[in-house]
């Protein structure tokens, strides 16, 4: 049996250990596969100014609030 990673980033080598799924409009038609982005945890309960970077492997349903830069 041949396991592989879930992504809509097929052929992207070098995935990193923190991964997202973005809305279509940070996704791009699957130009920015592979691209990493800085996430800042804005929520109740979070560290202010924790910041961690993932990598964008998958795309999802847009949501009301998503913030995304580069």
Not at 25 to 38: I, L, Y
Request: charged share 25%; glycine share 12%.
């Amino acid at each position: 049996m041949l396991w592989l990673p879930a992504t809509a980033c097929p052929g992207k080598k070098g995935l990193g250990k923190l991964v997202a799924a973005a809305d279509i409009r940070v996704f791009r038609d699957g130009k920015t596969c592979g691209q990493r982005f800085e996430v800042t945890c804005t929520g109740a309960g979070c560290k202010k100014g924790k910041k961690v970077v993932v990598q964008i492997v998958d795309t999802c349903s847009p949501q009301r609030r998503t913030h995304a830069r580069r």
